[in-house]
């Protein structure tokens, strides 16, 4: 691999007054989180789903909520459990200590819903959580718009047939099953509200970085090209700031030519560490 991208990634870093980490799925992986990629990799974490013949676009569909509230929340209550006992990997302190040398003028845009970043102690009011979040609730209807935290709430999952047992998350106003504000596969009912006051502050951040014309670095960490949502914004913001994208991705390291891109081909932590 050639060490010259590493030393000028170093360098656009140092150079920036501002940064923009966004992130995909890839980015947990490092902390033990499994990888959904194709349908090998998900029916290796969920076994029952391969017995049922389903992949994680059927599974992560709010019709089950409906059908099969307990399929719903054997999945989605598997994960709740397993995001809140992972601890995030040192990539993520890598990153805390870079927006840190720049007095924490940063923003986060990430598609994954495992509320990781928060838990390494970046500010919640600097994170766009573009697909929403599995530690918030709302209606499976919805009977309102209001979203409200799972803190509370424990969802016990009986892993061999694949069940969540009783008592299911209700709806706080009218009793029926909840579900996770979380942006699904063919989902009709998602409450975006909470993900687009994000996305405003966002949006203000970033016209401040315009207006003062900063030197804006992304930083990007494994954002697959499946479902391109984050891979674009990057792009997107690294045009129209005349920014800087790193992209860290073992497999997808392209970049279009007519931005300004240095691409990493390695897994997130590897490549930040050696950044």
């Given amino acids: 691999m050639d060490k010259s991208v590493f030393s000028k990634a170093k360098e656009v870093i140092q ?3 501002s940064v923009l980490i966004t992130a995909g799925a890839g980015m947990g992986v490092d902390s033990g989180l499994p990888d959904f990629r194709g349908k090998e990799g998900f029916w290796k974490a969920y076994p029952y789903a391969k017995k049922l013949g389903l992949n994680f676009q059927d599974l992560a569909n709010p019709r089950w909520f409906v059908e099969n509230p307990r399929l719903a929340w054997a999945f989605y209550g598997h994960r709740l459990n397993l995001y809140r006992n992972t601890q995030p990997h040192e990539g993520f302190y890598i990153l805390k200590k870079i927006v840190e040398s720049k007095n924490n003028d940063y923003f986060i845009f990430t598609s994954n819903v495992d509320g990781q970043f928060q838990k390494a102690g970046f500010d919640e009011k600097k994170i ?11 209606c499976i209807l919805p009977c309102s718009e209001d979203i409200w935290s799972a803190d509370n709430v424990q ?7 694949f069940q969540a047992l009783d008592p299911l998350p209700t709806c706080k106003n009218c009793g029926r099953i909840a579900r996770p504000n979380i942006l699904m596969f063919n989902d009709f009912s998602w409450i975006p509200t909470r993900t687009e006051s994000q996305e405003f502050r966002f949006n203000l951040w970033l016209e401040k970085v315009i207006d003062l014309g900063k030197k804006l670095v992304i930083i990007e960490i494994g954002a697959g090209k499946a479902i391109p949502t984050v891979r674009l914004t990057s792009e997107k913001i690294a045009k129209i700031t005349n920014g800087v994208l790193i992209r860290i991705n073992p497999r ?9 891109a240095i691409s990493i081909p390695t897994g997130g932590l590897e490549g930040l560490k050696i950044i």
């Avoid at 766009?128 to 709302?138: C, D």
């Fill in 15 to 17: 150079e920036a007054d």
């Fill in 128 to 138: 766009v959580e573009i697909h929403g979040s599995i530690h918030y609730l709302q």
């Fill in 155 to 161: 969802v016990n999952v009986d892993m061999e047939n």
């Fill in 252 to 260: 997808d390291y392209d970049a279009p030519k007519n931005i300004n």
